[in-house]
């Protein structure tokens, strides 16, 4: 029992506890600079995000993709119900794909009658995930492509189907998507066809909440989601889902983007909206070097 | 002897260093990126405690808290916060660890237990006095329970596979004889 004794005193020996309690006050500090000057931390985060995890690539692909192979394996039983499904789907698909070429080349002649100028920003950088979150409490993956592609905050990030989060922390070659299923996730949106805005919350669940609703009855259930642009930060125009009422009543999106399997996300090119500032001038002749030539015409 | 003996310290640290590993890149792998419902153990939280009440030399305070940070910064949690908690947590069990050593394996457990729970809501606390977006409650209580129940095994597996067992009375006398 002495000996015990003696050992505990070796461990909490002044000096020991003196590092210890510095090293706590500094994890502590880490946390507050955080909570003061977040995007300093924040970058910082995503620098040494970028020196992990790509080391990690070579082996997580291989894993993940023995582990779908997997899951894969036990949809191989339903193999001929599965079949039978996807033939009918397709005779669907094959409808919807003439409807929507018909639809096309309407909407061409009609762009073209109108003289339409499309939106120039429709370009995109194509990144493979490599890693999610690591946390059930946090909803985010790491994308390959970084501030080396060009890759810049704030920029939306979609699958093929429809919009999947935004670009948040970048790192050179690596960048997060927050997704709009994280908590954190507060994305101006309008609602379709009744032109309401609202905002999307992500709340950690499957269908984020659709809150702010300008006039809540005018939004039913199958209404189409888009991003709005509202404050010049995310690109509008973007498909985000479909409303549906939860039990609770309240609203919420079905995301059209499939959340199942997120594997290749596009990056929309979006630079600031130019801005038009001031109310606009009078317009005037070329001006003259006289002032009392000037001051007629600002006059006229 | 005694350099077997610094060999085999270190080899165990080593092993903790990689298990850790492990554990981030099993987590960071892309499998379902839609929200889960429910939220498994803390792994690394458990396995760090099981060796405190055990062998508290395989964990030093510098290790914990550089592993425990980097999984801070690397699974997008506000940086520093639960690493100071995971460290004040080991720290207190390290503290008990000489009176748990010739207690049953639930006395154990119940020192865990309670340390755990301690710093889970010591954790909640200040995200919530600093205002930070925090995880829902169920999802929070979830791991704490499943860290709980995982503890057990952690601890068992550390034994059978790790051989990182309570050092037994004469153990010790000698080890300190030794240097």
Same mark, same amino acid.
């Given at each position: 029992?002495?000996?015990?004794?003696?050992?505990?005193?070796?461990?909490?020996?002044?000096?020991?506890?003196?590092?210890?309690?510095?090293?706590?006050?500094? #994890? &502590?500090?880490?946390?507050?600079?955080?909570?003061?000057?977040?995007?300093?931390?924040?970058?910082?985060?995503? %620098?040494?995000?970028?020196? &992990?995890?790509? %080391?990690?690539?070579?082996?997580?692909?291989? /894993?993940?993709?023995? /582990?779908?192979?997997?899951?894969?394996?036990?949809?191989?039983?339903?193999?001929?119900?599965? !079949?039978?499904?996807?033939?009918?789907?397709?005779?669907?698909?094959?409808?919807?794909?003439?409807?929507?070429?018909?639809?096309? %080349?309407? !909407?061409?002649?009609?762009?073209?009658?109108?003289?339409?100028?499309?939106?120039?920003?429709?370009?995109?950088?194509?990144? /493979?995930?490599?890693?999610?979150?690591?946390?059930?409490?946090?909803?985010? &993956?790491?994308?390959?492509?970084?501030?080396?592609?060009?890759?810049?905050?704030?920029?939306?990030?979609?699958?093929? #189907?429809?919009?999947?989060?935004?670009?948040?922390?970048?790192?050179?070659?690596?960048?997060?998507?927050?997704?709009?299923?994280?908590?954190?996730?507060?994305?101006?949106?309008?609602?379709?066809?009744?032109?309401?805005?609202?905002?999307?919350?992500?709340? !950690?669940?499957?269908?984020?909440?659709?809150?702010?609703?300008?006039?809540?009855? %005018?939004?039913?259930?199958?209404?189409?989601?888009?991003?709005?642009?509202?404050?010049?930060?995310?690109?509008?125009?973007?498909?985000? $889902?479909?409303?549906?009422?939860?039990? $609770?009543?309240?609203?919420? #999106?079905?995301?059209?983007?499939?959340?199942?399997?997120?594997?290749?996300?596009?990056?929309?090119?979006?630079?600031?909206?130019?801005?038009?500032?001031?109310?606009?001038?009078?317009?005037?002749?070329?001006?003259?070097?006289?002032?009392?030539?000037?001051?007629?015409?600002? !006059?006229? | 002897?005694?350099?077997?003996?610094?060999?085999?310290?270190?080899?165990?640290?080593?092993?903790?260093?990689?298990?850790?590993?492990?554990?981030?890149?099993?987590?960071?792998?892309?499998?379902?990126?839609?929200?889960?419902?429910?939220?498994?153990?803390?792994?690394?939280?458990?396995?760090?405690?099981?060796?405190?009440?055990?062998?508290?030399?395989?964990?030093?305070?510098?290790?914990?808290?550089?592993?425990?940070?980097?999984?801070?910064?690397?699974?997008?949690?506000?940086?520093?916060?639960?690493?100071?908690?995971?460290?004040?947590?080991?720290?207190?069990?390290?503290?008990?660890?000489?009176?748990?050593?010739?207690?049953?394996?639930?006395?154990?457990?119940?020192?865990?237990?309670?340390?755990?729970?301690?710093?889970?809501?010591?954790?909640?606390?200040?995200?919530?006095?600093?205002?930070?977006?925090?995880?829902?409650?169920?999802? *929070?209580?979830?791991?704490?329970? *499943?860290?709980?129940?995982?503890?057990?095994?952690?601890?068992?597996? *550390?034994?059978?596979?790790?051989?990182?067992?309570?050092?037994?009375?004469?153990?010790?006398?000698?080890?300190?004889?030794?240097?």
């Amino acid at each position: 029992m002495a000996s015990d004794r003696g050992q505990s005193e070796d461990f909490s020996g002044p000096l020991k506890r003196l590092l210890l309690a510095v090293l706590i006050l500094c #994890l &502590v500090a880490i946390f507050l600079i955080w909570r003061i000057d977040s995007p300093r931390v924040e970058r910082f985060r995503a %620098q040494v995000v970028d020196r &992990v995890v790509p %080391q990690m690539d070579w082996a997580m692909a291989p /894993v993940t993709g023995a /582990v779908k192979v997997l899951r894969d394996f036990q949809s191989y039983q339903r193999m001929y119900q599965q !079949n039978q499904d996807l033939r009918r789907e397709l005779q669907q698909m094959k409808a919807w794909k003439e409807a929507a070429l018909q639809l096309e %080349q309407e !909407n061409a002649r009609l762009l073209d009658l109108n003289n339409v100028q499309l939106d120039p920003r429709l370009t995109y950088v194509t990144g /493979v995930v490599m890693a999610d979150s690591g946390s059930p409490f946090r909803q985010s &993956v790491l994308i390959n492509v970084g501030a080396r592609d060009g890759i810049m905050e704030g920029w939306a990030a979609m699958d093929g #189907l429809g919009l999947v989060g935004r670009i948040s922390g970048l790192g050179q070659s690596t960048a997060r998507v927050i997704l709009l299923t994280d908590t954190s996730s507060r994305i101006p949106v309008t609602v379709q066809p009744s032109g309401q805005r609202a905002l999307l919350i992500g709340d !950690n669940s499957l269908a984020p909440l659709l809150d702010f609703v300008e006039a809540p009855d %005018q939004v039913r259930p199958g209404d189409r989601v888009l991003t709005s642009g509202d404050g010049g930060v995310f690109p509008a125009g973007l498909v985000a $889902g479909q409303v549906f009422a939860d039990p $609770g009543g309240r609203m919420r #999106l079905r995301i059209a983007a499939d959340y199942e399997r997120l594997e290749f996300l596009r990056v929309l090119r979006s630079f600031a909206r130019e801005r038009i500032e001031d109310p606009g001038h009078l317009i005037a002749p070329p001006q003259d070097p006289t002032p009392d030539a000037t001051a007629e015409a600002t !006059n006229g | 002897m005694v350099e077997t003996a610094a060999l085999h310290l270190w080899l165990m640290r080593a092993i903790y260093v990689g298990i850790a590993g492990a554990l981030v890149f099993l987590h960071l792998l892309p499998l379902d990126t839609r929200p889960p419902g429910w939220a498994g153990p803390d792994l690394f939280i458990a396995l760090t405690f099981a060796w405190a009440v055990r062998r508290p030399d395989y964990v030093p305070p510098l290790l914990v808290a550089g592993l425990a940070l980097m999984m801070d910064l690397l699974f997008h949690r506000p940086p520093g916060l639960w690493a100071a908690f995971t460290l004040i947590g080991t720290e207190a069990l390290r503290r008990r660890a000489p009176g748990l050593r010739d207690r049953t394996f639930a006395a154990d457990w119940a020192a865990v237990v309670g340390v755990l729970v301690a710093v889970t809501l010591g954790y909640r606390f200040v995200l919530t006095v600093f205002v930070v977006d925090q995880p829902p409650l169920g999802l *929070s209580l979830m791991q704490l329970l *499943s860290t709980l129940i995982a503890y057990p095994l952690v601890a068992l597996a *550390s034994h059978a596979l790790l051989g990182v067992r309570k050092p037994a009375p004469g153990d010790m006398a000698t080890a300190r004889r030794l240097p």
